[in-house]
């Protein structure tokens, strides 16, 4: 069965760092470009990051991303990550991630997976 499951979330300081990480199983991992979302209570989901098949072009659609965080993956473990540095209370959500994604980090039309649980992300003090 062709699934991902997000994980590495928890409770974190402002100014803390959290690693997310998407592992993948039951498909082709690297033949998808991978994207990082969250959703903050009351708000809708939006995409934070994403990142080609190859690891090699990334980018963030998120505006407050840009400088903290860094998305990565690793083909061979079928695992995409999300490095998120210098937190703030209000990047407190559940993140999730999905595949494949567009080029500006949005979900790709007619895709076969279906979204995760999410991990969530609490930044306070």
């Not at 991303?65 to 061979?76: D, L, M, Q, V």
Request: charged residues 20%; glycine residues 12%; contains cysteine.
């Amino acid at each position: 069965q062709s699934h991902f499951v997000e994980s590495g979330g928890g409770l974190v300081r402002p100014g803390g760092s959290l690693r997310l990480s998407c592992e993948g199983s039951g498909f082709t991992f690297h033949h998808y470009a991978v994207g990082w979302f969250r959703q903050a209570p009351g708000k809708e989901r939006e995409p934070i990051s994403c990142l080609s098949s190859d690891g090699r072009t990334a980018n963030y659609a998120l505006e407050s991303a840009k400088g903290r965080f860094t998305i990565s993956r690793e083909n061979a473990k079928m695992t995409a990550y999300l490095q998120m540095d210098s937190l703030k209370p209000e990047d407190t959500a559940v993140y999730y991630c999905f595949l494949p994604v567009k080029e500006d980090c949005t979900p790709m039309p007619g895709s076969p997976f279906y979204w995760g649980q999410g991990t969530q992300v609490t930044v306070s003090s």
